[in-house]
């Protein structure tokens, strides 16, 4: 018996549980099969970014992340240290993150929760939808994709037994260790070792008592021989991360090693309980490609990141989000044939651009390995404390790039999309600790606050939303009509607020499923049938300008005859 499923995911880390969540939302039945129990061993992301939140708002489950169990109270400063009863040379603070207010340009602020918090959430998220399966201890063994469908093998992990499964999509969320992206033949690209790295999650209960630096989220030691040591307050209270930093050259840190890095940063013997070790390597990769007909990978399946900037589960969400609603359309059968393949284009360079910058905050991070602290930093005395406020401030500032990036979590853009349709204005300049918002298409459709206590953001959602701006604004029929007749899903909503209308500058503005602008004007298109046919990949937007040109030639050419 062959089981049959409109999508098969596989692995349920916390971009496969968005992915299935995200489908589920829409009313789209799919499997998650899983090889683990879903427990987690060892928390890796714990920084969920604002658009992620944003992401969370629409599913409903914002405040289910607001009530994780990390503590709202316990400050999230970056420090900057010799030791913790050494010398702090500088921080960058944070207040709790029941203190933090959302940034202006979004409904939702970032939210501290690691993923042995945010995976259940998740979880809970994916079994509110009937239609949706979550299969642990389900693994794929292989799979073969044919014209109509992809047929997979899988196997219960704890029976041995396997089962046929036809799908018509099949989506790896499988990891860096990806079998869906080596077995569609997709090689990566960049760097495949930046650091061999080691992660010891400990206990200790009386931690922030041992040593005399105020509680902070993070601490970053710099010795000697420059950063070498990172712990985290994974969940603020008794549970802390160290990572050993490392270097491009192969080692592996063993237990007197890790024994030794405790030590070196308490700067004396204390009691702690080592819970988990992970040995893993720090990557630059990206995927050269992010699918075939009907197999796609995403997260880190598709794009490996220092965590430095927390950006790898935040990409991979956005990545789950718009090949959501573009697997539902291409299923509900309103999709046109160039839809799926505009994932790629949409996501492969934003996840360049965060892969890259990733690797930059870890070049700033370990720049002073390069720009070694100078010994006077470690010793008592004026000399020391003048050497100290010197190269502290320098560290300070060089670390803020990492600390403030709203330009990456809300700033990215699918500017040379072929399912967007430009407007002609200039691309705005990509920020990094700034961001202007800005309804150009291929932009994240703008928030702003509504009368009635919404954000515009609470306007989109499952389907295209038309945004009309005024008691004037075009009624828009022939669009509206073109949409209806192709079967595109569409809603219109008429605001009357001057102040929002500025900030979309167009009367007219289509927004897609996944809160990016499509196509805005302050008039009807006179093609209405080509715009909706660009924006739901029916047609790609060079094609059909290329094509409308040579109509254009061939008409002129004709009239001179
Ligand atoms: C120390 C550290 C800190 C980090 N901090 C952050 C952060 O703050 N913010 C952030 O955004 N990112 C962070 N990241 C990155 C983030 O953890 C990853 O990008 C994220 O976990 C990727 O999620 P994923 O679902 O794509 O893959 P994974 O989490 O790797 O999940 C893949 C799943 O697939 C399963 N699987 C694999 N093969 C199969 C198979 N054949 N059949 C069935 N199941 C399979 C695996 O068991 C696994 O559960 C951090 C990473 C590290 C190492």
């Not at 409903?60 to 990390?70: F, K």
């Not at 044939?337 to 905050?361: H, K």
Request: charged residues 25%; proline residues 7%.
């Amino acid at each position: 018996m062959t089981e049959r499923v409109p999508v098969l995911i596989v692995g349920a880390g916390p971009v496969g549980l968005a992915l299935a969540g995200d489908l589920g939302w829409r009313g789209v039945p799919c499997l998650l099969i899983e090889r683990t129990d879903g427990s987690i061993e060892q928390p890796k992301m714990d920084i969920v970014g604002p658009r992620t939140m944003e992401f969370c708002r629409r599913w409903g489950i914002a405040d289910w992340v607001r009530d994780a169990p990390y503590p709202g109270d316990y400050p999230q400063d970056c420090i900057y240290v010799t030791g913790l009863n050494g010398y702090e040379l500088g921080r960058e603070p944070f207040p709790g993150r029941a203190y933090e207010k959302c940034p202006p340009q979004s409904p939702q602020k970032r939210e501290r929760a690691p993923q042995d918090m945010f995976d259940p959430i998740l979880q809970r998220f994916v079994r509110t939808f009937a239609h949706v399966t979550l299969a642990y201890h389900t693994e794929l063994m292989t799979f073969e994709e044919r014209a109509n469908e992809v047929v997979a093998t899988v196997r219960d992990v704890r029976t041995g037994a396997t089962t046929k499964i036809s799908a018509d999509y099949l989506v790896g969320t499988d990891g860096g260790a990806s079998l869906v992206r080596e077995h569609a033949g997709i090689t990566m690209s960049g760097n495949p070792a930046l650091t061999y790295t080691s992660n010891v999650m400990f206990r200790c209960a009386d931690f922030p008592s041992l040593h005399d630096k105020p509680k902070g989220y993070r601490f970053i030691f710099i010795g000697p021989e420059g950063t070498w040591l990172t712990i985290v307050a994974i969940n603020g209270g008794d549970r802390f991360r160290m990572s050993i930093v490392g270097s491009a050259d192969k080692v592996m840190h063993t237990e007197a090693d890790i024994h030794a890095a405790l030590r070196r940063a308490m700067g004396r013997d204390f009691d702690y309980e080592i819970l988990s070790v992970m040995r893993w390597v720090r990557r630059e990769l990206v995927a050269d490609r992010y699918g075939t007909d009907r197999v796609f990978i995403a997260g880190d399946a598709a794009h490996l990141m220092s965590p430095t900037g927390g950006f790898g589960m935040n990409t991979g969400i956005q990545d789950s989000v718009d090949l959501g609603w573009k697997l539902e359309a291409r299923l509900r059968g309103w999709g046109g044939d160039e839809l799926l393949r505009t994932y790629e284009t949409e996501r492969r360079p934003v996840a360049v651009r965060n892969v890259t910058e990733a690797s930059g905050n870890l070049g700033r991070m370990l720049s002073t390995r390069q720009r070694r602290p100078p010994p006077e930093i470690f010793q008592p005395g004026s000399a020391g404390d003048a050497a100290r406020a010197e190269y502290g401030a320098w560290f300070t500032e060089t670390m803020k790039r990492e600390w403030f990036t709203i330009g990456f979590h809300l700033g990215y853009r699918y500017d040379a999309s072929p399912i967007v349709w430009p407007d002609g204005t200039p691309a705005p300049p990509l920020e990094t600790s700034t961001y202007s918002q800005t309804a150009r298409p291929g932009a994240r459709a703008p928030h702003a606050w509504l009368a009635d206590g919404r954000s515009t953001l609470d306007l989109f959602g499952r389907g295209f939303t038309l945004l009309r701006f005024g008691a004037d604004a075009p009624k828009a029929e022939r669009l509206r009509g073109a949409a209806a007749a192709a079967g595109v899903p569409l809603d219109v909503a008429d605001l009357d607020a001057p102040d929002v209308a500025a900030l979309y500058q167009r009367r007219l503005v289509l927004v897609r499923p996944d809160g990016h602008v499509a196509w805005r004007a302050d008039t009807e298109p006179e093609d209405a049938w080509a715009v909706i046919d660009v924006v739901r990949g029916a047609r790609c937007y060079a094609n059909m300008r290329q094509a409308q040109e040579q109509d254009t030639v061939a008409d002129g050419a004709q009239t001179k005859a």
